[in-house]
């Protein structure tokens, strides 16, 4: 049963527009959100992350907005660069002790064209 | 420079042989964890530790043992009784379970042959 869910495997976005990266989730008790990139054949780096407090967290070109109602979670990157081309990752986590581990979503591949 | 270090980056291996993945980490962490990716999968945990000589199952812990010695190492060993070893492997470290980013290592290719 997953609980973090990025429904769409790839996205194609030409340079300069904006790209929108979506993760859904069911657990309610989730209160913190990350999106990590990931190239192929290296680790995950960290990109930025949402407290269930906040709606939104911006970072350069970088945006998070979280709706808890819908349990919606979407990654903004505006502009667009060739180098954003990688895997992105959603993931969630429930308070301390074991349930702080990261969930992890399957993923959804960006690829920026020049 | 801080970071985590694993090694090798590609490890090959014949069926039936046990094998030790390394993971250190110099960023005085507390918390270590191993996360196993297959094609099309997200990160699936195999096993944790909040503190040296801890360590606790993850997800999909079946097949796999680690041990936690030391502060900046946390070896995974995927044993003969993991019926899908090859994978990519992933070590990951935080300053502690309620801290919520992980930093993770660059992974290691593990294929049985």
């Known amino acids: 049963d997953q609980q973090v869910k990025q429904n769409s495997p790839s996205l194609s976005v030409q340079e300069g527009r904006i790209s929108i990266l979506n993760c859904d989730y069911t657990?309610?008790?989730?209160?913190?959100f990350l999106w990590y990139k990931k190239y192929p054949a290296e680790g995950p780096t960290f990109l930025i992350s949402?407290?269930?407090?906040?709606d939104k967290n911006e970072d350069g070109r970088f945006t998070v907005f979280l709706n808890k109602s819908a349990k919606h979670l979407s990654l903004h990157i505006v502009p667009s660069q060739p180098g954003d081309s990688a895997v992105y990752f959603c993931?969630?986590?429930?308070?301390?002790?074991?349930?702080?581990?990261?969930?992890f979503g399957k993923g959804t591949k960006l690829s920026v064209k020049p | 420079d801080g970071g985590i270090t694993q090694s090798p980056k590609y490890l090959f291996r014949k069926e039936g042989q046990n094998v030790t993945l390394s993971c250190e980490q110099n960023?005085?962490?507390?918390?270590m964890y191993w996360y196993r990716q297959d094609p099309g999968q997200g990160l699936r945990l195999i096993y944790y530790s909040q503190i040296v000589n801890d360590f606790q199952k993850g997800d999909i812990a079946e097949g796999y043992s680690v041990s936690r010695e030391k502060k900046e190492s946390f070896p995974l060993t995927v044993t003969s009784a993991q019926k899908n070893p090859t994978a990519f492997y992933l070590c990951a470290s935080s300053r502690g379970q309620v801290h919520n980013e992980q930093f993770f290592g660059p992974g290691t290719r593990l294929t049985v042959l």
């Open positions: 949402i407290s269930s407090i906040k």
């Open positions: 657990n309610s008790m989730f209160d913190y």
């Open positions: 960023l005085n962490h507390d918390a």
């Open positions: 993931a969630a986590k429930r308070g301390g002790g074991s349930q702080g581990n990261l969930i």
